[in-house]
Nanobody
Framework: VQLQASGGGLVQAGGSLRLSCAASGRTFRRYNMGWFRQAPGKEREFVAAIKWNGGGGNTYYANSVKGRFTISRENDKNTVYLQMASLKPDDTAVYYC??????????????????WGQGTEVTVSS
């Protein structure tokens, strides 16, 4: 599967952005989807993940974004979203979407993901 992330940009602290990740092919629902980010000089870190079937109880968040970010997906549109609110300068990073085979236990570990998008840059100004 090929992934294309979009929606990044420059936003002031306290603002909102919605990232999208479009997947190619007709097998999107066979994958759990995750968002990761990498800030300059830092390692890539987990942000959020959603199981192949979406819905309540099937989403997971890093503590740093819980209550501010929401991950969702539309399988009919082969797209996963990351709605980001109350953004902080510390959220500045390149955000990547990633796909993990649905038969695997959903994971916050980047090594468990098989496919990656190219990244979209988010800059939050103070």
């Amino acid at each position: 599967v090929q992934l294309q992330a979009s929606g990044g940009g420059l936003v002031q602290a306290g603002g909102s952005l919605r990232l999208s990740c479009a997947a190619s092919g007709r097998t999107f629902r066979r994958y759990n989807m995750g968002w990761f980010r990498q800030a300059p000089g830092k390692e890539r870190e987990f942000v959020a993940a959603i199981k192949w079937n979406g819905g309540g109880g099937n989403t997971y968040y890093a503590n740093s974004v819980k209550g501010r970010f929401t991950i969702s997906r539309e399988n009919d549109k082969n797209t996963v979203y990351l709605q980001m609110a109350s953004l902080k300068p510390d959220d500045t990073a390149v955000y990547y979407c990633a796909a993990q085979q649905a038969y695997s236990a959903i994971s916050s570990d980047a090594i468990e993901y098989d496919y990656w998008g190219q990244g979209t840059e988010v800059t939050v100004s103070s």
